[in-house]
């Protein structure tokens, strides 16, 4: 293969007991797959992610049909909102589904009335993030019409935190949380009785075991990257040793070997220009596939374990690599985020790199590119 990304499944299955270690033992873990297994691949990941989690979590009708299609029984969440046309394929495959508009959870009360089958699904409470969810104003109404809908089990109920992972300070998660209390005491008011009660992601499930509920979202932390150098940090704060390994490995092959005079130049926009005479070598990678182009002249990659800077622009489909000091030949293997010997680059690296967080770094890299499971 000319370009390809490796995923460790067995690193990504210590990861999920990683945290099955930190949680009490009646506390389940859905590991979240959505957005192609955050850009680690659905395919590869799912079936690996199923047999140690106890549920798994998507963000569409699509994905969650595409996990059904491997084989895998356990419950599945659908965690975005699905179109009414949808909702039959929702209910005949026992798919759980996030409600928060009471339209939605009409249609799959019709339904579940018509297939005879219950509509699993799961309420979404509005506690301070201000995207889906039902405001706690208006839940005493929404849960006393939803209870009111035939064919309905209302198994879950949940929200989501806006602050954790970024900020040292916990006072925003605490009044999501006393929010979240509220609502399920409304809930209950209403006789909504709740078997699946969820709050934490990554970040709660290491910063505040208080979150975890009946059940907790694994996402990030599955996949072996932090969500924030804040978590890593009030993580080892607290008390809350965990090893998480990487699962995910980019790499790809040197397709020419050139040799470049003091003067002359790399690339678009003449943005690289040689100080000494230097040996470049070209790799089919570029933004098309992921590969930020705000690392032009500031990514590096690895190269027989060594590092080797990007000079130039990041070009659609290609750039280029400084190998003056590296015995690089054509064909060689080349890594751009992952571990090669005993150098790393990591996508926190990337991530600082280009200005965002490590969850947009692996999941941008291009569906296209094969997913190849190691490690078995």
Do not use: C
């Not at 605490?174 to 992601?201: C, D, K, M, S, Y």
């Amino acid at each position: 293969m000319l370009t390809w990304v490796e995923i460790d499944v067995a690193a990504l299955g210590r990861n999920i007991q990683a945290f099955r270690a930190i949680i009490p033992e009646q506390t389940s873990i859905m590991a979240v797959v959505k957005a192609n297994a955050y850009g680690h691949g659905l395919d590869v990941v799912a079936p690996v992610a199923a047999d140690h989690a106890d549920w798994l979590g998507v963000n569409s009708i699509e994905e969650a049909l595409a996990v059904r299609g491997f084989g895998i029984s356990k419950p599945v969440a659908i965690l975005g909102h699905t179109q009414a046309e949808h909702l039959e394929d929702v209910v005949r495959r026992e798919f759980r589904q996030v409600v928060y508009r009471l339209d939605v959870a009409a249609a799959l009360s019709q339904a579940a009335q018509r297939m005879n089958k219950a509509a699993h699904i799961h309420l979404k409470i509005e506690t301070g993030t201000h995207r889906q969810g039902i405001p706690l104003d208006e839940l005493p109404e929404f849960a006393s019409r939803v209870r009111s809908m035939p064919g309905l089990d209302i198994e879950g109920a949940y929200t989501h935190f806006a602050n954790i992972e970024d900020t040292l300070d916990p006072s925003f998660a605490q009044l999501q949380l006393q929010r979240f209390h509220n609502a399920l005491g409304i809930l209950e008011t209403a006789g909504v009785h709740p078997r699946h009660i969820h709050a934490a992601a990554t970040a709660g499930a290491l910063l505040y075991p208080e979150t975890g509920f009946t059940m907790i979202r694994l996402g990030i932390g599955a996949y072996g990257v932090w969500p924030s150098r804040e978590t890593q940090i009030a993580a080892r704060e607290r008390g809350r040793h965990i090893a998480l390994s990487p699962i995910l490995t980019w790499k790809t092959r040197v397709v020419q070997i050139k040799t470049i005079k003091p003067g002359e130049y790399v690339g678009y926009g003449l943005t690289f220009q040689a100080s000494r005479q230097t040996r470049v070598a070209v790799v089919p990678v570029g933004y098309y596939d992921g590969y930020d182009r705000k690392l032009s002249n500031g990514g590096r990659a690895l190269i027989h374990g060594r590092p080797v800077p990007v000079i130039g622009r990041v070009a659609m489909n290609m750039m280029i690599l400084d190998v003056t000091d590296a015995n690089a030949q054509p064909d060689d293997e080349v890594v751009l985020l992952g571990r090669q010997g005993k150098a790393e680059i990591r996508a926190e690296e990337l991530a600082e790199r280009i200005g965002t967080i490590a969850y947009e770094v692996v999941s941008r890299i291009n569906p296209h590119i094969p997913r190849v499971a190691v490690g078995l």
